[in-house]
């Protein structure tokens, strides 16, 4: 069974930087493809990136809302995938969840994620 653990999240100023942690056990980031999602209050959850599932090729996608501002990256030999977040914007402002699904493409929908962390807390002021 997979298990995720994020971290990271907490309050920051419009134009600022945070990583995002997710740490897996139960499995290895080299062998599952992981996804970045978040849910602002009121609204649905929405994708933010993904990354394939691959030991030598770190394939990733972004939404277009995030494109050019975040870079998701794996790190194999700590079994943790990262969200970089730059020049963050009030509307970014989430819950974070990770997820994961073993098979080996990117998908956008949440629903074809297989297991998910219990999510951190972004909040960015103006």
């Known amino acids: 069974q997979v298990q995720l653990v994020e971290s990271g999240g907490g309050l920051v100023q419009a134009g600022d930087s945070l990583r995002l942690s997710c740490v897996v056990s139960?499995?290895?980031?080299?062998?599952?493809?992981m996804g970045w999602f978040r849910q602002a209050p009121g609204k649905e959850r929405e994708f933010v990136g993904a990354?394939?599932?691959?030991?030598?090729?770190?394939?990733?996608d972004y939404a277009d809302s995030v494109k050019g501002r975040f870079t998701i990256l794996r790190d194999n030999a700590k079994n943790t995938v990262y969200l970089q977040m730059s020049s963050l914007k009030p509307k970014d402002t989430a819950v974070y969840y990770c997820?994961?699904?073993?098979?080996?493409?990117?998908?956008?929908?949440?629903?074809?994620?297989?297991?998910w962390g219990q999510g951190t807390q972004v909040s960015v002021s103006s």
């Open positions: 997820a994961a699904r073993q098979g080996p493409s990117i998908r956008t929908n949440w629903g074809d994620y297989d297991f």
């Open positions: 990354i394939r599932k691959t030991a030598t090729i770190n394939y990733a």
């Open positions: 139960g499995g290895t980031t080299s062998s599952i493809s």
